[in-house]
């Protein structure tokens, strides 16, 4: 049964025209498009199988998206907070811009670091603070340019884009040496996706197929990419994961414990400044135990052996 179609008349003095057209109309557009993001359910998509893509189904499968990370709770430095946030504020608003300077209304993010450090949470959150479909694009499951362009081009607009562990989803070594071969997906097929494939997608002529799109991805080996994938207006932020700081452990403190001050966190702080551990290992420790005390001495307890065999592997 179909749904009943509503509608009501306006009438308006002909001398509130231009009123009616340039201002009110457009308001209420964007009042319609509030209230639809408001009630919009996230997503979350992953590739098809290939058998299935090949009988002409749809390229992508969703699942409900309902991530609890927020860039409130991500175990980073305030004023990276700061710039990611202001970075993505002023990337919705600029369409206009965009268009003006003749770019597509695209983003490229680089989150590149250590593991454990965030960089999925970071989407994550920035999927929540957009209200963002997000598109995980495994590149080992595309055997061909073509394909791949078929699947870009099937994602859909207000989303982001990731594509997880580029270094080792691409073939990078040796570009000049072995021309025929390099920069393909591993392992080796008879069709393959090649870095150009994708890097024509982010700034060639197929970018502009789409807009208000983010395109992020992660490595924990920046210096491993191809300096063809860091190439400006491809990758426009490129954003350093760091190991546990200070300021992020404020964050965690408050995140598990529920705890802004204990005389042990000074403590943890100073030892941290001198040793390596990701936010995830800090976390890991806090959800021991509920108990602020119990947890914190927990915590200690680690880094002072990560300290000590720091210490250690240095000495030999």
């Known amino acids: ?57 749809d390229s992508w499968h969703w699942i409900t998206f309902n991530h609890p990370a927020t860039l409130d709770t991500l175990a980073m430095e305030a004023e990276l907070k700061k710039m990611i946030i202001e970075d993505l504020e002023r990337f919705v608003k600029r369409k206009d811009y965009y268009r003006r300077v003749g770019k597509a209304w695209k983003r490229g993010y680089l989150l590149y670091g250590p593991p454990g450090t965030g960089k999925s949470s970071l989407i994550a959150a920035m999927s929540n603070y957009l209200n963002f479909d997000i598109y995980d694009l495994e590149l080992s499951a595309v055997h061909s340019n073509s394909e791949l362009r078929r699947v870009l081009l099937s994602t859909g607009n207000r989303s982001i884009l990731v594509v997880e562990d580029i270094d080792c989803s691409l073939e990078l070594e040796d570009r000049q040496a072995q021309p025929t071969t390099v920069n393909v997906l591993k392992p080796l097929r008879p069709m393959q996706v090649t870095l150009s494939g994708l890097l024509n997608f982010l700034d060639g002529l197929w970018s502009s197929c789409g807009d208000e799109r983010i395109i992020v991805f992660t490595t924990n080996h920046k210096d491993r990419l191809d300096p063809a994938v860091l190439r400006p207006g491809r990758m426009d932020v490129h954003i350093y994961m760091s190991y546990c700081t200070p300021c992020g452990f404020d964050t965690l403190a408050a995140n598990y414990l529920g705890i802004t001050d204990h005389p042990l966190i000074y403590e943890i702080k100073e030892i941290m400044q001198n040793v390596r551990v990701t936010p995830a290992d800090v976390g890991e420790q806090l959800l021991k135990n509920e108990d602020p005390e119990i947890a914190l001495k927990g915590l200690l307890q680690f880094l002072n052996a990560k300290l000590i065999e720091g210490c250690e592997s240095q000495a030999s």
Do not use: C, W
């Open 1 to 57: 049964m179909q749904s009943e179609i509503r509608y009501f008349n306006l009438t308006f003095h002909k001398q509130h025209k231009d009123k009616v057209l340039n201002s009110y109309f457009p308001y209420i557009l964007r009042k319609s498009k509030s209230a639809q993001e408001e009630n919009k359910t996230l997503k979350l998509y992953s590739l098809n199988r290939d058998h299935a893509r090949r009988f002409g189904l």
